[in-house]
């Protein structure tokens, strides 16, 4: 048993398994933006998604597009293949992302687990990988984060492969990937160069090549984001124009410079974020010169100066942390005695991964953020008119969760929609009678008692909510009132609708 356990095969077919799973239960998308700014920009360069439907960004011209790029030929093919059904196009995505994720780590860790000498703290290196209860989760978004922090893995990867006479010109090739699919990567991409000028002593020539590298991608991604916008346009300049300089452009709100020292404890959950914390300053103080410190510290402070905070903005680094909590863990055990130590770590390890095999099957089985997308798939799949009609209640409308900003790629086609503002104003005279009437509300909608009796008054049937019972039940994040529940309405018996 204990030989099957400390077997690659066994960790990799593990974590292929969750990523599957992950990718077809995890619907939609966690943050607006891995939607809005990736597939409604390929649906607008496909003619399927009108300008004035996008998000400022657009028009501002700020996006690198590499990234709707890949997605507008993704789905040109999907509809040449006749797979139409949004819902299917999005998992293929998920899937093609998880894939590439699986390959990224497998090429890292064989190019990186040299650094430990036993078998067993190779095969813990890997697990790392699978076992971190939001790893799955993140490897098959088909987001600027996911895909920034993988090409930057594999750039890393190549900086092991010592015996690749080409290596740093692939890794400037790497960053530069990484760089276009999101360009907050050059804190993390800076943070690396800085440890091989001033740590590694880097030759200068080396050096050029990895910047010939990098320059060379960011001058495709150039041609590629003039050929997208339909004029010359250098994105980055734009982008940096609009967040830094530009004091007229949208503010999102700010957060203090600790935000994320205390968002990464809560965020990731105190299993994982107390002993990432530990090994943060406890690398600063004690082991500077560590590698992968540089990119993920980099990458915090960056992050950490910019008024606008959210969490995630940290996803790109969390692939580095199976090799940092390791590097930790081989730098305490050098310069402690940690022989009175060893059962109550062992039972901190049974801790750490039980809740974090809790955290897998949680993630594995729940669609993203609150899940509207579970909603719309639900009317999708129920819809047996040519014609639907929502009615939703307040911050209920699973299609424009942001007022005014659909997400086209689900919405069907020739909707009409009915706002109530209390579920106690639903009556037969808010229901269409040539079409078929869903009605969408929020959980905290269904708390007042005399709202509920009305929509017991009607005749109605509920489909389903938005987060299955039994996440609610293992995650309070869920269990504040935004889950959304779908019932389907149709007229009372002896009523006519006007």
């Not at 007042?448 to 039940?473: D, Y």
Request: aromatic share 20%.
């Amino acid at each position: 048993m204990k030989s099957f356990i400390f077997n690659s095969k066994f960790f990799f077919t593990f974590g292929a398994l969750m990523f599957l799973i992950t990718a077809w239960n995890s619907s939609g998308y966690f943050h607006g933006d891995e939607h809005y700014q990736i597939l409604e920009f390929a649906r607008w360069k496909l003619g399927l998604t009108l300008a004035e439907s996008l998000p400022w960004e657009f028009n501002e011209q700020i996006r690198p597009t590499l990234h709707p790029s890949l997605a507008y030929i993704f789905l040109k093919a999907a509809f040449w293949l006749n797979i139409e059904n949004p819902y299917t196009q999005t998992f293929l995505l998920r899937l093609f992302t998880g894939c590439f994720a699986l390959f990224s780590i497998l090429f890292f860790w064989k190019e990186s687990k040299g650094q430990f000498e036993s078998r067993q703290l190779q095969i813990l290196y890997l697990a790392l990988f699978f076992l971190l209860w939001f790893m799955p989760f993140l490897s098959v978004r088909f987001s600027s984060e996911t895909l920034g922090g993988l090409w930057l893995l594999i750039g890393l990867g190549f900086f092991y492969d010592d015996k690749r006479r080409a290596r740093f010109l692939f890794m400037g090739l790497c960053f530069g990937l990484s760089f276009l699919f999101r360009y907050q990567m050059a804190l993390a991409i800076l943070g690396f160069g800085l440890w091989l000028l001033l740590i590694q002593k880097t030759p200068f020539r080396q050096l050029v090549t990895m910047t010939f590298g990098f320059l060379a991608v960011c001058g495709i991604g150039f041609l590629v984001d003039s050929w997208f916008y339909n004029e010359l346009v250098f994105t980055p300049w734009n982008y940096f124009y609009e967040t830094i300089l530009n004091t007229e452009s949208p503010s999102f709100g700010s957060a203090p410079m600790h935000y994320y020292l205390f968002s990464i404890f809560s965020y990731s959950g105190f299993w994982v974020g107390f002993p990432f914390l530990v090994f943060l300053f406890w690398l600063l103080i004690k082991k500077p010169k560590t590698m992968v410190l540089w990119p993920i510290f980099f990458f915090i402070l960056g992050h950490s100066l910019v008024p606008h905070k959210e969490i995630r903005f940290l996803f790109p680094i969390a692939f580095l942390l199976p090799l940092f909590f390791m590097q930790g863990l081989r730098g305490f055990k050098e310069s402690y005695p940690l022989k009175r130590l060893e059962k109550p770590l062992l039972a901190y390890a049974y801790f750490f991964l039980g809740l974090n095999l809790l955290g897998l099957v949680a993630m594995g089985f729940k669609p993203a953020s609150i899940g509207r997308m579970e909603i719309t798939e639900m009317i999708h799949e129920s819809q047996t008119s040519e014609r639907i009609h929502l009615i939703y209640g307040e911050d209920a409308n699973p299609y424009d969760p942001w007022g005014g900003l659909y997400a086209h790629h689900y919405l069907p086609e020739g909707i009409q929609e009915t706002e109530i503002k209390s579920l106690c104003d639903l009556d037969d005279s808010k229901l269409m009678p040539s079409a078929q009437n869903f009605l969408v509300v929020t959980k905290h909608q269904l708390n007042n008692p005399e709202c509920i009796e009305v929509l017991e008054g009607m005749k109605t049937e509920k489909l389903g909510q938005s987060m299955p019972a039994w996440i609610e039940r293992v995650n309070i994040w869920f269990s504040n009132g935004r889950l959304l529940v779908l019932y389907k309405l149709e007229p009372t018996q002896g009523l006519k609708i006007f």
